[in-house]
């Protein structure tokens, strides 16, 4: 696989920490930092599967994370400069708690100004008025949200699938086509529902960076109802460019 997806926006190595600590709901003051670290591992594992531009920090994290972990499987140090010491998970907690209150209210601001243009739309702007109301209930999926449904999209495969010898080869521009199909049909789409008819894994990677790439270039969005729940992806109405009547 050599195509490569690069986001506009990549979440970073706080980003996953924080989901995964959410998803787990574990406590943030003490995290369980061998589950964590093992968990982080494997999505840095598939992410440089997928071929996705993986910025160096993740690596850092990745290292600061094991070391974090190998302090606290060895035995307690009874020393005066060990108990001085303290918790080795102190400082990543302190950048995660600092990251939080960032993002938070980051994500507030985002919040207001999407509120805000509920008041102001412009005439045209894709909006209709029907769908303000429903779109208040969702919020965008995250990258790590997406791995995730991936993930158990690989586990549903049956082993067989992925030893099945078929000549059709597959492009990321091709998946792109017929994923906008499918919205053509549909207004809504669940993520499952993307690789319902793939034979190989190779077609189903091949899905998954089509839809990368798709929300890459604003032509989709991925939303959930709530956290970790079920994927919908939609296409962008205001990436649809009205046809040209005069032409």
Same mark, same amino acid.
């Not at 986001?7 to 003490?30: A, N, R, S, T």
């Not at 189903?204 to 604003?218: M, S, Y």
């Given at each position: ?5 690069k986001l506009?926006?990549f ?5 996953? $920490?924080l989901? !995964? ?18 968990q982080y591992l ?5 992410m440089?599967?997928l071929?996705l ?8 994290m990745a290292?600061?994370l094991?070391?974090i972990?190998?302090?606290m ?7 005066e ?10 400082? !990543?907690v ?15 601001l985002?919040?207001?100004e999407?509120?805000?243009k509920?008041f102001?739309?412009?005439?045209g702007?894709?909006?209709?008025p ?33 030893y099945?010898?078929?000549k ?9 086509h017929d994923? $906008?199909?499918? !919205?053509?049909?549909?207004?809504? $789409?669940?993520?499952?529902?993307l690789?319902?008819?793939a034979?190989t ?8 960076l089509?839809?990368?790439? !798709?929300i890459?270039?604003k032509?989709?969005?991925v ?5 970790f729940?079920?994927?919908e992806i939609?296409r ?8 040209n009547?005069?032409?």
């Amino acid at each position: 696989m050599t195509y490569k997806v690069k986001l506009d926006v990549f979440e970073g190595p706080l980003d996953l $920490l924080l989901y !995964l600590i959410q998803k787990e709901e574990v406590d943030i003051y003490d995290i369980p930092i061998a589950k964590v670290t093992d968990q982080y591992l494997e999505y840095l594992e598939l992410m440089q599967l997928l071929d996705l531009n993986i910025a160096g920090e993740f690596l850092v994290m990745a290292a600061t994370l094991m070391h974090i972990k190998s302090k606290m499987l060895l035995p307690p140090d009874q020393t005066e400069e060990a108990e001085e010491e303290g918790d080795p998970r102190a400082e !990543l907690v302190r950048r995660l708690l600092e990251y939080k209150k960032f993002k938070e209210a980051a994500s507030e601001l985002s919040h207001m100004e999407s509120h805000q243009k509920h008041f102001f739309a412009r005439v045209g702007s894709g909006i209709k008025p029907e769908e303000i109301k429903s779109e208040d209930e969702f919020f965008e999926a995250s990258l790590f949200d997406l791995i995730t449904a991936f993930t158990k999209v690989l586990k549903d495969i049956p082993k067989a699938t992925f030893y099945q010898v078929i000549k059709d080869e597959f492009t990321v521009s091709e998946k792109i086509h017929d994923v $906008l199909h499918m !919205l053509v049909d549909k207004h809504t $789409l669940f993520f499952t529902d993307l690789f319902k008819t793939a034979r190989t894994k190779f077609e189903i990677v091949t899905i998954f960076l089509a839809l990368l790439e !798709l929300i890459k270039i604003k032509e989709v969005v991925v939303r959930q109802a709530s956290p970790f729940g079920e994927i919908e992806i939609i296409r962008n109405t205001e990436s649809i460019k009205p046809e040209n009547k005069n032409g």
